[in-house]
């Protein structure tokens, strides 16, 4: 054993090697006889503390323990989600075939027909368990679906009301033609649709031959749009016939009362848009009321129209001139001329002529003080000049056309 310890008289340093506690030594300085203490071994304290100190594995080893923790945790969610879903799943599918059953039950093969196709359709998804389950199901397919169809034709078939219901033909169409359990239905479901065509067609022409005899040139230019709209679902052997026919009734109502209204002309202080775009509906909305024939852009026969008996021609001539009180702004003069021409014959012309009102009434107090005080043109304030004009002129335009001729009166023509 070696080591020191302090003499406890002079409190030198005494040396020992070899000696165990409780043997006796000399002090080297004050040669005191001393007995030996018991030392602790040097290094206890570090090898103390090895023995004590964690493992590099143990957070490795917790680590994997709460991986596969959360991994069991997991799979018995999956699972108990799956299960839950497999649950959802089949209650599903027992409410649709249960609903399909108590539909076919009641006559309403349609509703039937959607709820057996929906129970499908979740079945195919369920798994192969399900498709199994459902066969004796599915068997009941092709009746309910023939069934439902054959319903559809034959109310179809019958119905002879107007419009013709076109898009209910093409859904049926569409519908034989990609369902396998109709495929044998397919050359049926065209040949009813192609008698129906031609009876509503042949229907259309002659309602539109009796309005047109009676002067009623509207209705009777609405049968010839509808049968026009059909005419392209015909087959190519039928198809021109029945246009040549339907063109011939076109051609006759629009040279007796078609009109075209001319793009309005002459000179616009802000451009011809407010015309065409608040004017020319108004003229469409007296025209028609009059008895003539406006031109149609969504009618078929739109291009006949190049040969109406009538025009409407507006003329407009719009300026700037004279002065807002004692201020440099502008006002609005507009000199209109709307005429109703055959021909080269004048049968009825208005000539309204407006200016800016002074004062601008309801003119803003704000507005008017800035008016007042300024050298200076202000662009805002000559548009409300303007739009003051524009709404005057539109006025006298609605009350000169409450005097147009109707079709029905105009005299000096010779109208067939």
């Not at 929906?118 to 599915?138: C, F, N, Q, T, V």
């Not at 005899?213 to 016939?241: Q, V, W």
């Not at 002065?323 to 080269?344: C, K």
């Not at 014959?345 to 800035?370: D, E, F, G, M, Y």
């Amino acid at each position: 054993m070696g080591g020191s310890f302090a003499c406890p008289e002079c409190g030198s340093d005494v040396e020992m090697r070899g000696l165990a506690p409780g043997r006796q030594v000399r002090c080297a300085f004050c040669h005191r006889l001393l007995e030996v203490p018991f030392l602790p071994r040097a290094g206890s304290r570090t090898w103390q503390g090895r023995r004590i100190k964690r493992p590099k594995w143990v957070p490795w080893a917790w680590a994997g323990l709460g991986l596969l923790l959360v991994a069991v945790l997991g799979a018995g969610a999956i699972k108990f989600l799956r299960r839950h879903y497999d649950t959802v799943q089949d209650h599903s599918i027992n409410r649709l075939l249960e609903s399909s059953r108590v539909h076919e039950a009641g006559g309403r093969i349609g509703e039937a027909l959607v709820d057996l196709d929906a129970a499908l359709d979740l079945a195919g998804k369920a798994g192969p368990e399900w498709s199994k389950r459902i066969e004796r199901h599915r068997a009941r397919r092709p009746d309910l679906a023939r069934s439902d169809a054959l319903a559809i034709l034959s109310a179809l078939s019958r119905d002879q009301s107007t419009p013709f219901r076109l898009g209910d033909w093409l859904n049926l169409i569409a519908r034989v033609s990609r369902d396998p359990d109709l495929a044998a239905m397919g050359t049926t479901v065209d040949e009813r649709f192609q008698d129906s065509l031609v009876n509503q067609i042949g229907h259309e022409l002659s309602a539109a031959r009796q309005l047109l005899k009676s002067g009623n040139i509207s209705a009777s230019m609405n049968a010839c749009d509808r049968s026009g709209a059909l005419l392209a679902h015909l087959p190519k052997t039928a198809e021109p016939a029945f246009r040549r026919d339907t063109e011939a009734v076109v051609s006759e109502l629009i040279r007796a009362a078609g009109i075209t209204v001319v793009v309005p002309q002459g000179r616009f202080v802000y451009g011809s848009n407010t015309y065409v775009s608040e004017l020319l509906p108004l003229l469409d909305i007296a025209l028609v009321a009059g008895g003539y024939l406006p031109k149609r852009e969504s009618s078929p026969w739109r291009d006949l129209w190049r040969n109406s008996r009538f025009a409407m021609r507006l003329d407009v001539e719009e300026t700037q001139d004279g002065q807002y009180l004692s201020s440099p702004n502008r006002l609005t003069l507009i000199h209109a001329e709307l005429s109703l021409i055959s021909g080269d014959q004048v049968i009825w012309r208005t000539t309204p002529q407006v200016r800016s009102a002074v004062p601008l009434p309801k003119l803003p107090a704000h507005l008017a003080r800035k008016i007042a005080v300024s050298s200076e043109r202000s662009d805002e304030f000559e548009r409300l000049l303007y739009k003051n004009a524009r709404d005057q002129i539109d006025q006298k335009f609605r009350l000169a056309l409450a005097s147009l001729p109707p079709w029905s009166s105009v005299t000096g023509l010779d109208i067939r």
